[in-house]
C-alpha cells in the first residue's frame, strides 16, 4: 500500500474508532423489542447507517493508496477493526440468549468481508468450461475486476468474438489496467 498522508492516517483512526463503536451499539440497541421501546430501532437504524458510511468512506480512502500487488494488508486492517467488537457482540447475545441476533450479526459481517473482498482481495480470473475448443471473450470472466479483449485492430471485441492469437487481454480494475496478456495460443484444456 502506498503512504497515506498525516491527516489520512488521523483520520482512518478516527474512522476506525467510529466504526468499531458503532457496529458494536446498533447491534446492542436493537435488542429492544418495537413494543417494548420504538425508539431503540430508530437508534440502532441511525447508527448502523453511520457505521455503513464509515465503512464505505474508509474503502474510498483506501482505494485512492492500494497497491495491487500487496492485497493482504488492506484485508488484515479491516478483519482486525469487524473482528473484535464481533467477538464481543457474540458473547453479549449469547449471554442473553438472543442466539438469532448473532445470525443476523454473522450475515452483515459475512456482507463487510464480500465487500472486502471484491475491492482489495487477490485477483481471480476464471474462465467457463461449458465447450471444448476455441476461447471467446465472454468465456473470461472476473469476481473483482474488469476484463477487455482487444483484438489485433485495436477494437474491443464483445463477448461472443472468437479470441485469436495476437489479441491483448487487459485485465482491469476501477479501469487502472492492472495485468495485460498477449494471446500466443487459443487452446482450452482441462
Known amino acids: 500500500m502506498r503512504q497515506l498522508k498525516f491527516f489520512e492516517k488521523i483520520l482512518m483512526f478516527l474512522l476506525s474508532v ?22 431503540f430501532l430508530i437508534v440502532s437504524i441511525v447508527i448502523f447507517a453511520i457505521n455503513i458510511g464509515v465503512f464505505f468512506w474508509m474503502i474510498k480512502i483506501l482505494k485512492r493508496h492500494y ?13 482486525s477493526i469487524i473482528i473484535p467488537p464481533a467477538m464481543a457482540l457474540v458473547a453479549y447475545f449469547a449471554s442473553l440468549n438472543k442466539y438469532p441476533y448473532i445470525l443476523v450479526y454473522v450475515f452483515i459481517i459475512s456482507m463487510y468481508a464480500y465487500l472486502i473482498n471484491k475491492e482489495f482481495g ?3 480470473i476464471k474462465i ?9 471473450a465472454g468465456d473470461l470472466y472476473t ?5 477487455k479483449v482487444r483484438g489485433k485492430n485495436k ?3 464483445g ?11 487487459i485485465i482491469s480494475r476501477d479501469s487502472e489496467p492492472i495485468i495485460t ?8 484444456k482441462a
Open 67 to 79: 497497491n495491487y500487488q500487496n492485497h493482504k494488508g488492506i484485508r488484515i486492517f479491516f478483519y
Open 122 to 124: 487477490r485477483l481471480s
Open 159 to 169: 463477448a461472443a468474438e472468437r479470441i485469436a492469437i495476437g489479441d491483448v487481454i
Open 18 to 39: 467510529v466504526f468499531i463503536t458503532t457496529l458494536f451499539f446498533s447491534h446492542v440497541f436493537s435488542i429492544k423489542t418495537v413494543d417494548e421501546d420504538p425508539r
Open 128 to 136: 467457463k468450461r461449458d465447450h471444448d475448443g476455441e476461447l471467446f
Open 155 to 157: 477494437k474491443m471485441k
Open 143 to 147: 469476481f473483482n475486476g474488469d476484463i
Open 181 to 188: 496478456l498477449n494471446v500466443i495460443k487459443n487452446d482450452k
